[in-house]
């Protein structure tokens, strides 16, 4: 049992809110996911040029500042130092760079593996710990965050370790996040498709698979609804799935629909929640269209 928050907010004056409205509906999941949690928060987008890298250090010290050093010296070239810059959050931070992001992401992984790549895009930041919900929204003061949408999840571990690796949301590609509610029966069977094709693992939590084939159909060329679509047969076992992309938010829930999830849309926002406790603070709620996603039917919103 994991809890799912999603929040999309239609109004540009609510931007500046986001964090603020968000945090009351991950810590009402908090009972649905005790172990960990997870955010992704689509902010203004960097320019084309660049990429944001979201990176986690975990228990491993670390001097940013130090590392930014290191980023400039490797990736001089043509840029300059103002093209490398740094944000950190504790343990985390967020890296812009113009820099060509693969590059940087091998570059990372051989000099400092202590440190985590948790999300790369143009308007993608991700932090995900363990703990409990209020502990980790507080630690990265995410009522302060602002952005168009968020995807969150408090998670229940039931099949893999507890570790922040572990915890939701993933990503793959670029600006792609995913958080899942359930269980799958076939992730080893869609690894082994998926790996010769060149798709890379990180851990062997069942959601990394959902999230690793639909990396793999979007490289193909499908649209993100339609690799849902083909999701539908090759993911077997229960889902609600809720994702994240630059422009998007998107729900879907697997033929069986037993795991919870419920929508309320107003004129200012669209939020999602496993439960509707996890709603009741938001403003005009009383006012606000509620339904819950039918079976094998995809919603999506853009910004």
Not at 19 to 40: F, H, I, K, N, Q
Not at 88 to 95: F, K, Q, R, T
């Amino acid at each position: 049992m994991c809890g799912i928050v999603g929040l999309l907010v239609k109004k540009p004056a609510l931007r500046e809110r986001l964090g603020a409205l968000m945090v009351p509906m991950l810590t009402g999941m908090t009972e649905r996911g005790p172990d960990s949690a997870g955010l992704a928060v689509y902010t203004t987008p960097v320019s084309e040029r660049q990429h944001k890298l979201s990176l986690y250090s975990g228990d491993h010290p670390i001097d940013w500042s130090a590392l930014l050093g290191l980023v400039c010296k490797a990736f001089a070239g043509e840029q300059k130092i103002a093209d490398h810059e740094i944000a950190v959050h504790g343990n985390h931070a967020v890296l812009t760079t113009a820099a060509d992001a693969d590059q940087v992401v091998a570059w990372l992984k051989r000099t400092v593996p202590t440190v985590a790549v948790l999300s790369v895009g143009h308007s993608i930041d991700l932090y995900k710990d363990v703990g409990a919900p209020a502990d980790i929204a507080k630690r990265y003061q995410f009522d302060r965050l602002r952005g168009t949408h968020l995807v969150g999840h408090t998670r229940m571990a039931t099949e893999s370790a507890v570790t922040p690796a572990h915890a939701h949301p993933f990503t793959a590609g670029r600006d792609f996040c995913l958080v899942h509610n359930g269980s799958l029966s076939n992730p080893h069977l869609v690894r082994k498709h998926l790996e010769p094709l060149g798709i890379e693992f990180e851990t062997d939590n069942d959601t990394e698979a959902a999230c690793r084939f639909f990396e793999w159909r979007l490289r193909e060329g499908d649209t993100l609804e339609q690799a849902v679509t083909r999701g539908f047969s090759e993911l077997d076992g229960f889902f609600t799935f809720l994702m994240g992309t630059e422009k998007e938010l998107l729900i879907v829930r697997d033929a069986f629909a037993c795991k919870p999830a419920v929508v309320a849309e107003t004129d200012d926002y669209v939020a999602i929640a496993s439960e509707f406790r996890s709603l009741a603070h938001l403003p005009d709620i009383g006012h606000a269209s509620l339904f819950e996603p039918k079976p094998e039917e995809i919603y999506s919103w853009r910004i």
